[in-house]
């Protein structure tokens, strides 16, 4: 099984036609922008060890410049969640719910790898939509809330009903003690994003646990 990765060609060719799209439009007075929200003077601040990974200052897909996308297109910019990316899109769970004031727990693909066999993503995305969308909602929060505030507030639920604990140690925030927050607080259009680096929900594991596909 593949995975979308920003190496594919046509990914990689996606990317760069946006970065030219989003580069042209900031130029240019008049036209309608579809890139960062001009209000958004300050920058975005992310925190975790995961972010250095992650673009930064002026590259794109950086914090500050996807703060003005709807949710679903700043995950696009996001190289470490493409398979989170696709099981979203996939799922229409956000066009059910809209982006007006939701928070994302959403897995690295390294997080996938270690969940899921091939043979079980397959059939998740591509047949079994309807445990696609409990497990696209067991990531969903309803509100938008900092890692701070859902760290203060000890529990948060999921929009699939599961209650979370959410612990703090240290400079490590853990959600329901199986995932660690690896950079927080992202931004978009009326969304909070943090990655994590664990799949949550009440799906089996059926990854063989050596870091490689189970068939």
Same mark, same amino acid.
């Given at each position: 099984?593949?995975?979308?990765?920003?190496?594919?060609?046509?990914?990689?060719?996606?990317?760069?036609?946006?970065?030219?799209l +989003?580069?042209?439009?900031?130029?240019?007075?008049?036209?309608?922008?579809?890139?960062?929200?001009?209000?958004?003077?300050?920058?975005?601040?992310?925190?975790?060890?995961?972010? /250095?990974?992650?673009?930064?200052? =002026?590259?794109?897909?950086?914090?500050?410049?996807?703060?003005?996308?709807?949710?679903?297109?700043?995950?696009?910019w996001?190289?470490?969640?493409?398979?989170?990316?696709?099981?979203?899109?996939? =799922?229409? @769970?956000?066009?059910?719910?809209g982006?007006?004031?939701?928070?994302l727990?959403?897995?690295?693909?390294?997080?996938f790898? #270690? #969940?899921?066999?091939?043979?079980?993503?397959?059939?998740?995305?591509?047949?079994?939509?309807? #445990?696609?969308?409990?497990?696209?909602k067991?990531?969903?929060?309803?509100?938008?809330?900092?890692?701070?505030?859902?760290?203060?507030?000890?529990?948060t639920?999921?929009?699939?009903?599961?209650?979370?604990?959410?612990t703090?140690?240290?400079?490590?925030?853990?959600?329901?003690?199986?995932?660690?927050?690896?950079?927080?607080?992202?931004?978009? #259009?009326?969304?909070?994003?943090?990655?994590?680096?664990? @799949?949550?929900?009440p +799906?089996?594991?059926?990854? /063989?646990?050596?870091?490689?596909?189970?068939?």
């Amino acid at each position: 099984m593949t995975y979308p990765r920003i190496r594919n060609p046509r990914r990689a060719g996606a990317l760069l036609a946006a970065a030219l799209l +989003l580069t042209t439009t900031a130029c240019t007075s008049g036209n309608h922008n579809t890139g960062p929200d001009p209000s958004l003077a300050a920058a975005v601040h992310v925190t975790g060890p995961l972010c /250095d990974a992650l673009p930064t200052g =002026s590259e794109p897909g950086n914090p500050t410049a996807l703060a003005g996308l709807p949710a679903g297109e700043a995950l696009t910019w996001m190289p470490t969640l493409t398979t989170f990316e696709a099981a979203v899109r996939t =799922s229409g @769970v956000l066009d059910e719910h809209g982006t007006d004031g939701l928070t994302l727990l959403a897995p690295t693909d390294d997080a996938f790898v #270690k #969940k899921f066999s091939d043979d079980t993503w397959d059939t998740l995305m591509t047949r079994d939509h309807e #445990k696609l969308r409990t497990l696209v909602k067991a990531h969903l929060i309803a509100g938008t809330h900092s890692l701070d505030q859902l760290a203060a507030a000890g529990a948060t639920t999921t929009l699939d009903g599961t209650t979370l604990t959410v612990t703090r140690t240290g400079d490590t925030t853990r959600f329901a003690d199986t995932a660690d927050a690896v950079c927080a607080d992202y931004q978009a #259009k009326g969304t909070r994003i943090h990655i994590i680096n664990a @799949v949550l929900g009440p +799906l089996p594991t059926t990854a /063989d646990g050596t870091g490689h596909r189970a068939h």
